[in-house]
Every structure is written in C-alpha cells, then in structure tokens.
C-alpha cells in the first residue's frame, strides 16, 4: 500500500511561527519616542540621535519622559506613564552631552568607523543595566537599557545593535 505525503495543515504552520516569534523576542518600533520629540527639539542644540526600533525591554509597556537644554538632553524610558522616575519603572534611558568624557575603559566596534565604550551589566545592593556610549562630532551619546538577555555577550550585542541603529538613521 502507497503512503502519500500529507501537507501540514495551516493551522499547525501557524502555531509553528507563533511558537518561534515568542522564543525569539523581536525587537519593537520606537515610536514610544514619538510623544516627547517634538518640545526636546525646541529645547536642546544637541543632534537627537535614537534607533527605529528598540530590543525588549524589561517592562511590558514602556513610556517616554524628556528633558533638554542646549547642550545636553535625556530621554528616560519607564513601565509606568506615572512613575516620576522611581528606580523600580526604569527600562533606559538615551542621554547626550556636548564636550562628555567617556566613563568606562572597555572599547568596543560600533559599526565600521565608529568607537565606544560599553559597561556590562552590574549588580551589588541592586543591578544596573548594560551601558553603552559613544562621540560623534563632540558630542558624547549614552544609551542604557534595561534589556532582557541571556548573558553579557548578548546584551553586549544588543547595545551596540542599538548605537549602530540610531547613528545610522541620523539625527530626529
């Protein structure tokens, strides 16, 4: 007796691609930046440099507050619209300052003609997320982000990710 080979049917091939989206976080739009653009423009000099989309994130949801001047400026990232910038929201922040000096020694590759620095994840009494920085045209960019990785290698991997994307896309 001939066996015929049988197809799956759609509904386990769409069970198969739900199941492998959810092993893999994918990485979300940054639109979260959309709603606090357009005043941080009017209040900083600084090129606003932040990426399209942004890795997962400790927090399921994550809102955006922002504060400038005209040499510096400070995107903070939190799970809760009203948090008031409690340490226990907190998901990152994107920072820039004219004339900064990097704080941390390890170099790292940010694309091909870029250098910056990162900090890997640390804890003591409490853990503070990876950090990475990095200069461009006298202004020193810095993007911490309380990811959700598996090891330092990929949060190593995930910020620079980050760094790559926003100088890429330019300024806002």
Sequence with gaps: MARTKRRPSFSWVLLLLIAVSRAQPSWAPASVFDSVLPELKQQTRIPI?????LPPLGGAQVFASA?????????????????DH???????????QKGGEFSFPE????????KGRFKAT????????PVIEW????????V???????DEREGRAAMIK???????????
């Design 49 to 53: 440099l932040l990426p399209d989309h």
């Design 144 to 150: 911490e982000l309380n990811l959700l990785t598996r």
């Design 86 to 96: 409690a340490q226990v929201c907190f998901q990152g922040i994107f920072r820039a």
């Design 107 to 114: 170099v790292v590759q940010i694309g091909k003609a870029a």
């Design 162 to 172: 980050v760094a790559q994307n926003a100088i890429l896309h330019g300024p806002r």
């Design 135 to 142: 200069k461009l045209n006298g202004v020193l960019y810095t």
């Design 67 to 83: 504060e400038g001047q005209a040499e510096h400026y400070a995107i903070r990232l939190e799970s809760d619209p009203d948090c």
């Design 122 to 129: 640390s804890c003591g009494g409490s853990c503070a997320p």
